[in-house]
Protein backbone atom coordinates (compact mmCIF):
# COMPACT_ATOMS: atom_id res chain seq x y z
CA UNK A 1 0.00 0.00 0.00
CA UNK A 2 1.40 3.33 -0.66
CA UNK A 3 1.61 6.24 1.48
CA UNK A 4 -1.17 8.08 0.04
CA UNK A 5 -3.67 5.00 1.01
CA UNK A 6 -2.42 4.18 4.00
CA UNK A 7 -2.74 7.95 5.28
CA UNK A 8 -6.21 8.15 3.84
CA UNK A 9 -7.45 4.85 5.43
CA UNK A 10 -5.85 5.76 8.67
CA UNK A 11 -7.75 9.26 8.55
CA UNK A 12 -10.67 7.33 7.84
CA UNK A 13 -10.38 4.93 10.88
CA UNK A 14 -9.67 7.82 12.90
CA UNK A 15 -12.76 9.66 12.18
CA UNK A 16 -15.22 6.69 12.51
CA UNK A 17 -13.61 5.99 15.93
CA UNK A 18 -13.92 9.47 17.16
CA UNK A 19 -17.83 9.89 15.55
CA UNK A 20 -18.50 6.29 17.57
CA UNK A 21 -16.46 7.33 20.80
CA UNK A 22 -18.35 10.54 20.74
CA UNK A 23 -21.86 9.09 20.65
CA UNK A 24 -20.61 7.28 23.52
CA UNK A 25 -19.79 10.03 25.26
CA UNK A 26 -23.39 11.52 25.24
CA UNK A 27 -24.40 8.31 26.73
CA UNK A 28 -22.29 7.16 29.59
CA UNK A 29 -22.86 9.34 32.55
CA UNK A 30 -20.14 9.33 35.02
CA UNK A 31 -20.97 10.33 38.85
CA UNK A 32 -20.42 13.39 40.15
CA UNK A 33 -17.81 14.27 42.99
CA UNK A 34 -21.27 14.69 45.54
CA UNK A 35 -22.20 11.16 44.53
CA UNK A 36 -18.59 9.84 45.02
CA UNK A 37 -18.41 11.24 48.57
CA UNK A 38 -21.74 10.12 49.49
CA UNK A 39 -20.54 6.90 48.69
CA UNK A 40 -17.14 7.32 50.02
CA UNK A 41 -18.77 8.55 53.33
CA UNK A 42 -21.39 5.38 53.64
CA UNK A 43 -17.97 3.18 53.48
CA UNK A 44 -17.40 4.42 57.42
CA UNK A 45 -19.11 1.77 59.27
CA UNK A 46 -17.72 -1.04 57.00
CA UNK A 47 -15.21 -3.11 57.00
CA UNK A 48 -12.91 -2.67 54.13
CA UNK A 49 -10.69 -5.51 52.46
CA UNK A 50 -8.31 -4.76 49.35
CA UNK A 51 -7.96 -7.28 46.85
CA UNK A 52 -4.62 -5.72 45.74
CA UNK A 53 -0.90 -5.40 47.51
CA UNK A 54 -1.97 -2.31 49.39
CA UNK A 55 -4.46 -2.33 51.59
CA UNK A 56 -7.61 0.22 52.53
CA UNK A 57 -5.41 2.90 54.04
CA UNK A 58 -2.89 3.07 51.25
CA UNK A 59 -5.28 2.74 48.87
CA UNK A 60 -7.29 6.10 50.19
CA UNK A 61 -4.27 7.93 51.30
CA UNK A 62 -3.23 7.20 46.89
CA UNK A 63 -6.54 8.19 46.16
CA UNK A 64 -6.08 11.60 48.61
CA UNK A 65 -2.35 12.05 47.21
CA UNK A 66 -4.04 12.10 43.75
CA UNK A 67 -6.67 14.74 44.53
CA UNK A 68 -4.51 16.83 46.98
CA UNK A 69 -1.67 17.06 43.80
CA UNK A 70 -4.48 18.46 41.29
CA UNK A 71 -4.15 21.51 43.32
CA UNK A 72 -0.78 21.47 44.34
CA UNK A 73 1.04 20.38 41.64
CA UNK A 74 2.10 16.60 41.12
CA UNK A 75 5.90 15.99 42.20
CA UNK A 76 6.71 14.59 39.40
CA UNK A 77 5.32 14.62 35.82
CA UNK A 78 5.64 13.17 32.42
CA UNK A 79 7.06 15.28 29.73
CA UNK A 80 5.29 17.68 27.39
CA UNK A 81 4.93 15.98 24.64
CA UNK A 82 3.34 12.42 26.44
CA UNK A 83 0.89 14.89 28.49
CA UNK A 84 -0.35 16.20 25.16
CA UNK A 85 -0.68 12.74 22.80
CA UNK A 86 -0.51 9.76 25.12
CA UNK A 87 -1.20 11.16 28.40
CA UNK A 88 -4.86 13.06 26.57
CA UNK A 89 -5.70 9.85 24.70
CA UNK A 90 -5.59 8.36 27.73
CA UNK A 91 -8.00 10.27 29.66
CA UNK A 92 -10.32 10.68 26.38
CA UNK A 93 -10.71 6.95 26.19
CA UNK A 94 -11.26 6.95 29.91
CA UNK A 95 -13.82 9.61 29.85
CA UNK A 96 -15.59 7.83 27.13
CA UNK A 97 -15.48 4.65 28.00
CA UNK A 98 -16.75 5.83 31.60
CA UNK A 99 -13.91 3.53 33.20
CA UNK A 100 -10.45 3.46 34.05
CA UNK A 101 -8.39 1.05 33.79
CA UNK A 102 -4.68 1.11 35.51
CA UNK A 103 -2.00 -0.78 37.79
CA UNK A 104 -4.00 -0.26 41.25
CA UNK A 105 -0.37 -0.47 42.98
CA UNK A 106 1.68 1.79 40.86
CA UNK A 107 2.00 5.11 43.41
CA UNK A 108 1.97 8.62 41.61
CA UNK A 109 5.95 9.38 40.82
CA UNK A 110 7.45 11.20 43.56
CA UNK A 111 4.93 10.95 45.98
CA UNK A 112 5.86 9.93 49.60
CA UNK A 113 4.78 6.21 50.00
CA UNK A 114 1.77 4.99 51.21
CA UNK A 115 2.51 3.87 55.01
CA UNK A 116 -0.06 1.91 57.67
CA UNK A 117 0.21 4.41 60.40
CA UNK A 118 -2.99 6.27 59.94
CA UNK A 119 -5.47 3.55 59.57
CA UNK A 120 -8.30 3.42 57.31
CA UNK A 121 -10.34 6.25 59.17
CA UNK A 122 -7.66 9.06 58.51
CA UNK A 123 -7.03 8.18 55.29
CA UNK A 124 -10.71 7.76 54.20
CA UNK A 125 -11.50 11.20 56.29
CA UNK A 126 -8.38 12.80 54.01
CA UNK A 127 -9.63 11.62 50.66
CA UNK A 128 -12.81 13.27 51.64
CA UNK A 129 -11.85 16.65 52.46
CA UNK A 130 -9.42 16.34 49.66
CA UNK A 131 -12.24 15.81 47.71
CA UNK A 132 -14.30 18.76 49.40
CA UNK A 133 -11.31 20.93 49.16
CA UNK A 134 -11.04 20.13 45.45
CA UNK A 135 -15.04 21.03 44.62
CA UNK A 136 -14.46 24.12 46.45
CA UNK A 137 -11.37 25.28 44.48
CA UNK A 138 -12.31 27.98 42.12
CA UNK A 139 -8.58 28.88 40.77
CA UNK A 140 -6.07 27.21 38.15
CA UNK A 141 -5.23 23.53 38.36
CA UNK A 142 -2.49 21.56 37.94
CA UNK A 143 -1.36 19.57 35.12
CA UNK A 144 -1.95 16.17 35.71
CA UNK A 145 1.25 13.94 35.76
CA UNK A 146 0.10 11.97 32.81
CA UNK A 147 -2.69 13.56 31.27
CA UNK A 148 -1.80 16.94 31.65
CA UNK A 149 -3.91 20.26 31.38
CA UNK A 150 -7.67 19.14 32.21
CA UNK A 151 -10.38 21.81 33.43
CA UNK A 152 -12.29 21.87 36.53
CA UNK A 153 -14.72 19.40 34.97
CA UNK A 154 -12.73 17.04 33.58
CA UNK A 155 -10.55 17.03 36.93
CA UNK A 156 -13.33 16.28 38.37
CA UNK A 157 -14.12 13.36 36.16
CA UNK A 158 -10.33 11.90 36.41
CA UNK A 159 -10.65 11.99 40.14
CA UNK A 160 -14.08 10.42 40.11
CA UNK A 161 -12.96 7.58 37.72
CA UNK A 162 -9.75 6.91 39.81
CA UNK A 163 -11.81 6.36 43.05
CA UNK A 164 -13.83 4.27 41.26
CA UNK A 165 -11.39 2.07 39.80
CA UNK A 166 -9.52 1.28 43.10
CA UNK A 167 -12.78 0.40 44.60
CA UNK A 168 -13.79 -2.03 42.61
CA UNK A 169 -10.64 -3.93 43.83
CA UNK A 170 -11.78 -3.68 47.15
CA UNK A 171 -14.68 -5.66 49.52
CA UNK A 172 -16.65 -3.97 52.38
CA UNK A 173 -18.68 -6.32 54.55
Not at 56 to 72: C, D, G, I, R
Not at 90 to 111: D, V
Not at 124 to 144: D, N, Q, S
Request: charged fraction near 15%; charge should be neutral.
Amino acid sequence: MNRRRFLLASGATVAGVTLALGYRQRTVEIPAIAATLAQLESLRSRKAESRTAWSPAQVFTHLAQSVEYSLTGYPINKPALFQCTAGRAAFEAFTLAGAMCHKLTEPIPGAPALVEADGVDIALTRLCTALRGFTAHAGALAPHFAFGALDHAEFAQAHVLHIRDHLEEMAFA
